[in-house]
């Protein structure tokens, strides 16, 4: 805009001029915006590919999923063959798997085991010694023949820690899972022989006489289990599996009277059986947990 100087000096006073030429500089530095001028520019636009649209994802969409935390309580049985120095009384014997694990998302677990050992396969062709003579049998008091049962008893109880090898990976909205698990343990372990008969008619085992012949044997053990895991909170969890067992027990008896001697002093007890068992699983959720409703498939 330009305003001829001749024009402002003919048609106006000098303090008009100056007034007029005032106005004139502070609208000319006027921002347009105030000036009432259009100020409005367009937004860039960039298209959006699907290797950008990824990057809009939550964060948990590009994390992996976090495995469940589990404790296990596990109940069943086995059965096991017998190996070193109880083979010589007991051949085999069944036993039961009791105990509980806490297993971190499916990476390792620490735990316990407790084995109570049944049955009755004991052999008991040097039990009773010299006693029975040539007749293979003990009298009771009227002198008939005694009905003798005889039965394995004792347990294993151990503390456990091992490796979870995951099959099928498992995560919080489809926590089923299989698992190898390798499993070691150390504890106490104890077995004798128990007798049942008519009380009062047979003091040949009875009182001492009893504890003369049951070889009690109790020390320590170390066990290695490999077992395959299934997991379903919402239908059956299970494991089946191998173990093996090698136990270092003491005599607990001072005489043997089966051999009329002290029995040997230190023993090694070897086995090697199978088991299985149902499992109760219960899932561990923490604050940093990623539950399903937080998450997309």
């Known amino acids: 805009m330009r305003i001829s100087q001749s024009f402002l000096y003919l048609r106006f006073s000098p303090m008009q001029r100056a007034t ?5 500089c502070i609208f000319l530095a006027t921002p347009k915006f105030l000036r009432g001028e259009n100020n409005i520019h367009p937004i860039p636009t960039a298209t959006v590919t699907p290797k950008d649209s990824a990057k ?3 964060n948990n969409a590009q994390q992996p999923l976090t495995r469940p935390t589990w404790v296990s309580m596990h109940v069943g049985g086995g059965f096991q063959y017998n190996l070193g120095g109880w083979r010589e009384r007991y051949n085999a014997n069944a036993n039961f798997d009791l105990g509980a694990d806490y297993q971190f998302q499916e990476k390792w677990l620490l735990g316990f085991n407790f084995s109570p050992y049944t049955g ?6 040097s039990l009773y010694g010299d006693m029975i003579a040539g007749s293979n049998y003990l009298f009771d008091v009227n002198g008939n023949p005694a009905v003798i049962r005889t039965y394995m008893r004792g347990f ?10 995951p099959l099928k990976q498992s995560t919080l909205k489809n926590p089923a899972t299989w698992s190898l698990q390798l499993v070691g343990g150390l504890g106490y372990h104890e077995h004798f022989t128990k007798f049942q008969f008519d009380k009062g008619l047979l003091p040949q085992l009875e009182g001492y006489y009893e504890e003369g012949h049951d070889n009690y044997r109790a020390g320590y053990c170390i066990t290695e289990q490999c077992r395959l895991q299934y997991m379903n909170p919402n239908t059956l969890s299970f494991h089946v599996g191998v173990q093996m067992l090698q136990g270092f027990t003491k005599n607990m008896r001072d005489w043997d009277m089966s051999t009329f001697r002290a029995a040997d002093p230190k023993q090694t007890d070897l086995s090697f059986g199978i088991y299985g068992g149902l499992i109760i ?6 604050k940093n947990t990623v539950r399903e409703a937080e998450y997309f498939e």
């Open 56 to 58: 809009t994802q939550p």
């Open 20 to 24: 007029f030429s005032f106005i004139l």
């Open 281 to 286: 699983p219960i899932i561990i959720y923490t």
């Open 120 to 125: 009755g396969w004991v052999n008991t062709d």
């Open 156 to 165: 294993n109880f151990c503390a456990t820690a091992g490796k979870i090898i």
